[in-house]
């Protein structure tokens, strides 16, 4: 059990199954200052803040050989920018990270220790997810209203299916 992760939003597991990779995006969701309203396309919308920020963090967990998490390591702090949203990771163990930053909304792509290898942007993302099978390189992404789909040159990885 992990107990040190703020408020995980999004978990994967390393092609080697030897890390476990969190993304916290606490936005402070238990408490809220109503700023005022504004317009959107649906009409009036509260606007408020969160009274206090927690984890916007990338970790990875080392997994022991039954699988529990033990050592956490934070690769990327977000903070004070709105953190990840989502992520997946890919055959070759690079990380793809809805990032919902005002200042870089868009998919981070990050080696398996973290440096930013490549960037997506894209309208503020919820989410991301590989396709399966002979879509393994279709990466699905998720922003607003919209589902975007982009082809790459690498396939995502899922954890193999249990045996029967």
């Given at each position: 059990m992990i107990t040190d992760a703020g408020k995980p939003n999004g978990v994967c597991v390393s092609p080697d199954q030897?890390?476990?990779?969190?993304?916290?995006?606490?936005?402070?969701a238990t408490g809220?200052?109503?700023l005022g309203t504004a317009e959107d396309a649906e009409g009036p919308v509260a606007v408020a803040t969160p009274l206090k920020k927690g984890h916007m963090l990338l970790m990875a967990y080392d997994l022991d050989k039954g699988g529990n998490?033990?050592?956490?390591?934070?690769?990327v702090d977000y903070s004070p920018d709105d953190g990840p949203?989502?992520?997946?990771?890919d055959a070759a163990g690079n990380l793809y990270v809805?990032?919902?930053?005002?200042?870089?909304?868009?998919?981070?792509?990050?080696?398996?220790?973290?440096?930013?290898?490549?960037?997506?942007?894209?309208p503020v993302p919820t989410?991301?997810?590989f396709g399966r099978g002979k879509d393994a390189n279709l990466l699905y992404?998720?922003?607003?209203?919209?589902?975007?789909?982009i082809r790459l040159n690498?396939?995502?990885?899922?954890?193999?299916?249990?045996?029967k």
């Open positions: 030897k890390t476990l990779y969190v993304v916290s995006n606490d936005n402070g809220f200052e109503r998490a033990t050592y956490r390591e934070t690769l949203d989502g992520l997946v990771v809805a990032v919902r930053a005002e200042s870089r909304p868009g998919i981070v792509i990050y080696s398996p220790k973290g440096k930013e290898i490549d960037y997506i942007e894209t989410n991301v997810g992404i998720t922003a607003g209203n919209s589902l975007y789909q690498t396939k995502g990885y899922h954890l193999p299916a249990k045996k």
